[in-house]
């Protein structure tokens, strides 16, 4: 596979918008693209997740990737080494690096190992699809999970994520009577505050990673038109340090709640848990690991670098249920992704093309 094909394939998928939810036309573009490029098995799942595969070996890598993105469409277009447009970090560009690679292993591989492509769905909705990968109980013995950590970055480990619901009632009333009642907005804000403080109860010394975050992602309540409301929703994103999981995060919301409750009167509070991502670290001596930081060394001159990453990813899941050596590895800076102006450097997605390639030689000794 040549370096200009590579390139198109990244552009036409790009040109394919894919919110979460959305994912089935790019899902019939990769199919097609993966057959032709002689990927056997070539399969959909029940969930819309693509599978395609080279190889007949016993050993077994998964090169995980996700076709969704957040939504928000971007332009498409090529300027100055960069290919812009919505999903160009966050996540098409190491999906089809993925690709690339293993098309360009094909003729080599032969009984050597299996390299098991997916592209999976929902990776930046609830995760639909990295859960029914597990379902499908594909053997493996180890992973990689496509995501931006930058092109001499390799991520072992994630902070958990639990996203809640709370919704503030109290009893409504005219609001020239306001002072007999219960204004449940004020009251969902002072309870934030509440809330809020316990990223500072839990900040560590050792930095983000190590510390409790709360978000406040939303905030609503319907119009009362003189009445005093009576109704307020908050949404939170909470993110969880390795030394959380989510039942203890969500104790310690249900504990702080109890505790504004016991000074405030007039008002009720209902919570409702609408996602759940333990955090997750990886062992760092593993073959994956270790092939990957050669091929970084090998194909840029420059020693890799192992990091943390504040977010949530499908390797949390798939890691906390599946005992094999794992690490997430892409091009492209995060920091770009969700960002109005995402792109890829076309030099740092061909360059991750043969770190992929040289990683997997080494985990097949095929090199």
Request: proline residues 3%; contains cysteine; charged residues 25%.
């Amino acid at each position: 596979m040549k370096s200009e094909e590579s390139v198109d394939l990244l552009r036409r998928m790009l040109e394919i918008y894919s919110p979460s939810g959305k994912e089935g036309k790019i899902a019939s573009f990769l199919m097609e693209a993966m057959s032709s490029l002689g990927f056997e098995d070539v399969r959909m799942d029940r969930a819309g997740n693509v599978y395609g595969e080279v190889g007949r070996g016993k050993f077994s890598v998964l090169l995980c990737g996700h076709m969704d993105t957040v939504t928000g469409w971007i332009p498409v277009k090529e300027e100055n080494d960069r290919l812009y447009g919505r999903g160009a970090v966050d996540a098409k560009s190491s999906l089809a690096a993925m690709i690339s690679a293993a098309a360009m292993l094909k003729p080599k591989i032969q009984d050597a190992g299996k390299i098991v492509v997916a592209g999976v769905v929902d990776e930046e909705g609830k995760a639909r699809g990295i859960r029914q990968l597990i379902k499908e109980n594909l053997t493996v013995d180890c992973a990689i999970f496509g995501e931006p950590s930058g092109l001499k970055n390799i991520t072992f480990a994630y902070k958990g994520r639990v996203y809640l619901q709370i919704l503030c009632e109290s009893s409504t009333g005219h609001v020239g009577a306001q002072h007999l009642f219960e204004n449940a907005i004020e009251a969902a804000y002072d309870l934030w505050s509440h809330l809020k403080d316990l990223s500072n109860r839990y900040r560590s010394p050792h930095g983000i990673f190590y510390s409790l975050s709360l978000l406040l992602t939303r905030i609503s309540s319907r119009r009362t038109y003189g009445g005093v409301p009576d109704k307020c929703l908050l949404e939170i994103d909470m993110r969880l340090p390795p030394t959380f999981n989510s039942e203890r995060a969500v104790q310690l919301i249900k504990d702080a709640v109890e505790e504004f409750l016991g000074e405030k009167s007039g008002i009720s509070v209902s919570m409702r848990l609408i996602d759940q991502i333990e955090p997750f670290v990886a062992r760092r001596d593993t073959i994956v690991i270790e092939s990957l930081k050669r091929a970084i060394l090998e194909v840029t001159g420059e020693p890799a670098r192992l990091i943390r990453k504040t977010g949530t990813g499908d390797m949390n899941i798939f890691g906390n249920e599946k005992c094999v050596p794992v690490a997430t590895y892409g091009p492209g800076d995060s920091r770009l992704s969700h960002t109005r102006c995402e792109y890829i450097e076309i030099s740092d997605y061909l360059t991750s093309i043969q770190i992929y390639k040289r990683a997997l030689e080494e985990i097949l000794s095929i090199g």
